[in-house]
C-alpha cells in the first residue's frame, strides 16, 4: 500500500472494524487477536486465547465477519456472532469493563 492509496486504506480500516467486532463480542470468552500485520497482498492475525496456543492466520483484507468467525470456529475457538442490532460501529470501550473486555474494541498492540 502505497501513501496516499485510498483504496488501500479503505481495505485496511474495512479489515480492522471487522476483526474488532469479532473481538469485541468474543473478549469475555478470551479471545484477543494479538497482532494484526498490514503489509503485503494479505493481512496477517496472530489470535490468542487463553486454552489454545497461539494462532496464525493471512487472511484477504475483505474477509467478512461470517468468515473470519468460521476460520476461528474451526479451529475450536470461541467465535460468537454480534448480537441483532449491532450497529458495526466502531467505538471506545467501557472504561471499568474487566480484563480482556476493555481490549474488545480496540486491538491490544
Known amino acids: 500500500m502505497r ?11 474495512g479489515l480492522l472494524a471487522r476483526v474488532q467486532a469479532v473481538q469485541r463480542f468474543n473478549a469475555e ?3 484477543c487477536f494479538a497482532h494484526v500485520g498490514l503489509i503485503g497482498e494479505r493481512a496477517s492475525l496472530r ?5 489454545h496456543p497461539p494462532l496464525c ?5 475483505g474477509v467478512s465477519r461470517e468468515a473470519l468467525r468460521a476460520l476461528l470456529t474451526a479451529r ?6 454480534e448480537p441483532s442490532g449491532y450497529d458495526h460501529t466502531v467505538t471506545t470501550p467501557r472504561p471499568g469493563g474487566p480484563g480482556l473486555v476493555r481490549h474488545g474494541y480496540a486491538l491490544r498492540c
Do not use: I, T
Open 3 to 13: 501513501f496516499g492509496d485510498r483504496a488501500g486504506v479503505d481495505r485496511v480500516c
Open 29 to 31: 470468552a478470551g479471545l
Open 47 to 51: 489470535v490468542e486465547h487463553p486454552d
Open 57 to 61: 492466520l493471512e487472511v484477504d483484507y
Open 76 to 81: 475450536g475457538l470461541p467465535a460468537r456472532r
